[in-house]
Nanobody, 126 residues
Framework: QVQLVESGGGLVQAGGSLRLSCAASGRTFSRNAMGWFRRAPGKEREFVAAISWSGGSTVYADSVKGRFTISRDNAKNTVYLQMNSLKPEDTAVYYC???????????????????WGQGTQVTVSS
């Protein structure tokens, strides 16, 4: 059974930075695509960023492109989301997710991610 545990959320002023981490259990992490999603108050969950199993390809939502960077360390079974130039509209609960299928590239399709963490709150003050 796969478990995902996010950390690194918190309160930050606009323009600041945070780095989220997602530690994964399970034997196949290094062969699974990973994604970050977020849910803002009163809104649907939305895609933020994804990375392929190898780390060789990434994809970002337009709203975070150029400000956020997704990366992974397969030796540590961990995926990261570096968030710079944060804006109040980035305030949300951030979730990491793992694709069940092996060797898939980075993708935005929420329904293909089978495992989810419990989320970590990010609050950006103006």
């Amino acid at each position: 059974q796969v478990q995902l545990v996010e950390s690194g959320g918190g309160l930050v002023q606009a323009g600041g930075s945070l780095r989220l981490s997602c530690a994964a259990s399970g034997r196949t992490f290094s062969r699974n695509a990973m994604g970050w999603f977020r849910r803002a108050p009163g809104k649907e969950r939305e895609f933020v960023a994804a990375i392929s199993w190898s780390g060789g390809s990434t994809v970002y939502a337009d709203s975070v492109k150029g400000r956020f960077t997704i990366s992974r360390d397969n030796a540590k079974n961990t995926v990261y989301l570096q968030m710079n130039s944060l804006k109040p509209e980035d305030t949300a609960v951030y979730y990491c997710a793992q694709d069940r299928q092996l060797y898939r590239g980075a993708h935005t399709t929420e329904g293909l991610y089978d495992y989810w963490g419990q989320g970590t709150q990010v609050t950006v003050s103006s």
